[in-house]
C-alpha cells in the first residue's frame, strides 16, 4: 500500500489546492458531480473489475437514494441525517433483493435482473407522481445539514464531497488489497477455481454488490441535497450504461483507472460544448479512440505509454 498511499496523498493535496485556489462556482460545481460520480463508480470497480459481475441498474441505487432522502426530507420535514440514514437502508434492502437470487447464477443474470430492476424504479420515479412529482421532478428539498452546519455554497459542498471520496477511495483501496479483494479477484479468474479452494463465492458477490449500491445510494443522497431538484431523467438506463462505461474506459480492474474515467466523461462533455451542435458526434469519435488504442483503459494504457517514453530517452 505505500504506493498507493502516495497517491492518495497526491490526490489530498489537488483536492486541496483547487479548494484555496478556486472561486468560480461553475468549475465547483462540475467537481462536486465529478465527486459523486467517482463515489458510484468506486463501487462499479469493485463489483466489475474484482469481482467479475456487471450491473446495468446503478442509476436506480442512486436514484433511490436520492428520492428517499428528497421525500423525507421536502415532504415529511425529516433531519437530513436521519433520511440518508433510511436512504442507505432502502437501497441496501433493494440490492439484496435484486442481489440474493440473481447472484447464485452463473453468468450475465445480475447485469439481466439490474437492467430490468432500473427501468422499474424509473417507472416508479415517473408515475408515482403524488410523492415523486413526476416527470416535473420533485422541487423542496433542502440543502444538506449536518450537525447545525447548513451547506450552501458551491465550495462547501466540494470540500465535504471531496473528503468522502477520499474516505470511500482509502477504504475500497485496503479492500482491494486484504484477503476479501484477492477473493474477489479470484472469482473474476475462475469462480470454480475458488469455490475448490473453500471461499464462499456467493457471500463473496452479495456483499461487494450491497457495498457497490450503498455508495451509489450515498451518492444519491448527497446530490439530492445538494441540486435542491431531482427529477426521474437523471436516473435512467442510459446513466447507468454511462456509469459502467467510465469504469471500462479507465480501467476494469483499476480504482484508479475508474476515477480517472469518471473524470473524462464528466469534464469533457463540458469542454466539447465549444463544438455546439457536433460535440455529441466528437464525444464519440473520442471513446472510440480511447478503446481502439488504449483497449486496457486510460489509467493502464497512459501508464505504458510513459514507461515506454521513459525507455526511448533512457537508451
Known sequence: ?????????????????????????????????????????????????YAGQVSLGHAAFYGLGAYTSGILTAKFGWGCLPALGVAQLVTFIAALMIGLPALRLKGHYLAMATLGFGVIVYIFFKELI????????????????????????????????????????????????????????????????????????????????LLSAALAGLAGSLYAHFAMFIAPTSFTFLHSVKLVTMVVIGGVASLWGALLGAAVLTILPEVLTVFEDYDVLVFGAILVLIMIFLPEGLFKGLGKWIGQFRHKIAT
Do not use: C, W
Request: hydrophobic share 50%; glycine share 12%.
Open 1 to 49: 500500500m505505500k504506493n498507493q498511499y502516495l497517491a492518495l496523498t497526491f490526490l489530498a493535496v489537488v483536492i486541496l489546492t483547487i479548494g484555496f485556489l478556486n472561486h468560480n462556482d461553475y468549475y465547483f460545481n462540475i467537481l462536486n458531480i465529478l465527486f459523486l460520480k467517482g463515489l458510484i463508480v468506486i463501487g462499479l470497480s469493485l463489483l466489475m473489475g
Open 130 to 209: 403524488s410523492l415523486t412529482g413526476g416527470p416535473s421532478g420533485l422541487v423542496g428539498i433542502p440543502p444538506l445539514e449536518i450537525l447545525g452546519k447548513v451547506f450552501m455554497e458551491s465550495r462547501e459542498y466540494y470540500f465535504l464531497f471531496g473528503g468522502i471520496l477520499f474516505l470511500a477511495l482509502l477504504g475500497a483501496l485496503h479492500l482491494a488489497h486484504s484477503p476479501f479483494g484477492r477473493g474477489l479477484l479470484a472469482i473474476h479468474d475462475s469462480e470454480a477455481a475458488t469455490v475448490s479452494l473453500g471461499y464462499d463465492t456467493n457471500r463473496l458477490k452479495l456483499i461487494v454488490f
